[in-house]
């Protein structure tokens, strides 16, 4: 008797747990403007404990179509941010538009494979997947562990942004840009023209301490371009939703400290351990995981500058 | 970001390296140097070099694809014995030999940096060849990880269109012996590793990079490198020698596609 009140608990117990992972609990989101959803991701490293979730993810509901910008840090946060919007609409998932290539944006495309997604990104997004990817993947088997990143897969976009482009979502246009060199060799911004929303992806950062992976000068460059786009909000790649341009003031702040401390040591005369000690010091109180970042930031920064 | 993971990556290195890493005892973590002394060396007989030269690099390198390395002469201007080579070898990459610098014989070269690329927590070493026949050994310990499979730094066409150019720059340094000079050669070069892999094929991007440096002023050479995959892309050399009074300052540098790179500078009179 006791032995079949085991089994029978055992049997719920484990048919409960199935039925939980066979529907995954959808992606906490937020309405941030009519039909147009947000999760701000945490602000840390990508770990097995946060399922790689570092990243602001979001998708827009138009009349005939749902787009989705960047789909996280794993497949299981996108299989989370698929039942979001299933939760919310049953609307086709036409586009997946990922706006840079870095690992907690893209790892989780392989949850909206099928059904006609098209994945949607800059021109030079399948390049620095080409020769990237396979880095992204091994580093992170080593940090999330296998049963995050075995169902992980490079999805490269089949419909590349040159310059900018125009896609419906059924009365509802997005517009999408590709930027020169800033944060990335490839950042694609995603404007929603109904609500006057702009999706930065990584070109703006808020809180998270910016990562240069791209080019410092060419971000700077931008940085007019960017503020002056007629966006109501920004949603940035990482950092709360805020209003526009007000949002870029920090981060223009850290990328001229960092840029000017740089600039000033290679004019001394200084080898580059001196950037990863001391450039944009000033800036450490300022931003979240800065130990994790600025260093890396200023070598990077530092090995760019040198060249001019 | 994903960038700073590379933290963890390197607790995740060490144990990849103790569990991948040949015929060991679970116990010891694998020495190659005593290999590398024979593959190198020709097993002969070494020094300690704390007297002779030193090795600066930083403990944790923050990005273990451009690790900065210094190797200074610690020899007394009276010292009979002149520095004629310097080795550098990172134990555990796989290519351990990093670069071998010839000094040349009038140029009186005390100080060299450049920036290399380190995959695994590893020991490595600087041996000085002497004038008289002896190699001096010193080491360090370096925490990074990953540095040969890194791919190439964020701005693919900017790269390619620094292929082969050359940037030579002087530096100023006040109050210093006046014929002592401090100067740098760059190089822009993907200097692939031939271990990263192309995602797509899972073919790995072929080693292609510079493989040798030499740098003269006027006819006198001043520093010669012969350089391998653990040099960081764009290599960069940075060194403190004597000048002869020389105009001109040359560069020549080679790959491994042979192509030849060659360029030259007029030196500033620095007592200005």
Redesign the interface.
Known sequence: MALRVCSLAAFVFLSTWTVSRAQPQGLEVSEVAPGLFVHQGVTA???AENAGA??NVGFVVGESAVAVIDSG?SVREGRQLLAAIRARTDKPIRYVINTHG???HVFGNAAFVGNGTVFVGHR?LP??????????????H??MGGQLMDEVR?IPPTLLVDDTIAIDLGRRSLTLKAWP?AH??HDLSVFDEQTGTLFAG?LVFLV?TP?????IR?WLSVLGELGRLPAQRVIP??GPVSGWPAALADQRRYLEALSSDVRALIAR?E???AA?NSAAASERSRWQ?FD??N??NA??AF??I??E | ?????????CI??LL?VMLGAGPVHAAEPYDPWPGLVQDIFKNRPMQDGSGVIAIEM?YRA??AA?V?V?LRSRLSPDDGRRMLAITLVIDQNPAPMAARFELGLDANVTEI?T?VRVNNYTDVHAVAELSDGQLYVVKTYVKAS?GC??????????AKA?LGQM?YRQ??RPGVAGSTR?AQI?I?HPNHSGL?????T?LY?PAFFINELRLWQDDSPVLAMEGGISLSE?P?V?FTYVSNGAKRFRAEARDTDGHLFRNEWKIDDPAM
């Not at chain 1, 390049?127 to 992170?140: K, S």
């Not at chain 1, 990562?211 to 080019?215: A, E, Q, T």
């Not at chain 2, 994903?2 to 990556?9: N, P, T, V």
């Open positions: 490293l990508m770990t570092t990243a840090g870095h690992p907690d030079n390049r620095a997947l080409v020769a990237r990817g396979q880095f992204y993947l091994d580093a992170f080593r940090i490079i060199a990335t060799d990584d998270h990562v240069l992976d791209g080019s060419g790649g990482h005369g080898p580059i351990t990863a995981l994790d970042y260093a890396r070598t990077a090995s760019e040198e060249w | 970001m994903y960038g700073h993971s590379m933290r963890l990556l995740a290195g990849s930083p923050e990005d451009i900065p210094t940096s920036r990953g499979s890194a791919p190439a730094a964020g701005n693919a066409d900017a620094r940037r530096f100023a401090e760059m822009g990263q892999m192309n995602q797509v899972q991007i764009d960069n940075r």
